[in-house]
């Protein structure tokens, strides 16, 4: 079978919408050093945030198949728990396809960005990671409108 992008020459533009999220789970003394601006490299969430909205946007690049649409927004928000940080990615856009791969890309960024700015602090004696993980990578909400043309 041969690969091929799908032709949505003829589907309409929608206003498109997803929400995506992911959690890594850190240690209690890496999670006090993001709340209260500790780590090294800097501030973890801004810099995930503009990592996360830059995945969004370069997302056809790393999926050769989605297509290339206009992003009219991304909202990247965190909850800081007691065993992690939950990161929620929500994408909007008025194209002909949907913006959950976009969506799920800026969470997995977004994450990895978090691990790559407090790996020193999560290392055990060995350099191994025992404790950091990243799960539950889900789209939890999508939505399509599907645009009216004019009545005149």
């Known amino acids: ?3 091929k992008m799908i032709d949505i ?12 999220t992911g959690f890594i789970k850190l240690k209690p003394e890496t999670i ?3 709340k209260n601006k ?3 490299k800097g501030d973890v969430l801004t810099a995930s ?4 909205i830059n995945a969004v946007k370069n997302t056809p690049l790393l999926l050769p198949l989605c297509h290339n649409i206009p992003i009219t927004n991304v909202d990247v928000k965190y909850n800081v728990e007691d065993e992690g940080i939950r990161v929620y990615v929500t994408v909007k856009s ?5 913006v959950e791969m976009e969506a799920l890309t ?20 060995s350099g191994q990671y025992p404790y950091t993980v990243i799960t539950d990578i889900r789209v939890i909400s ?8 004019n009545q005149n």
């Open 1 to 3: 079978m041969s690969i």
């Open 9 to 20: 020459t003829s589907k309409p533009v929608s206003y498109r919408e997803a929400t995506a």
């Open 32 to 34: 006090h050093r993001i």
């Open 38 to 40: 500790l780590v090294e």
């Open 49 to 52: 945030t503009i990592a996360a």
């Open 94 to 98: 008025t194209a002909q396809t949907g």
């Open 106 to 125: 800026g969470v997995a960024i977004a994450l990895l960005n978090i691990w790559d700015m407090v790996k020193k602090y999560e290392k055990d004696e």
């Open 142 to 149: 999508k939505v399509k409108v599907e645009q009216r043309e």
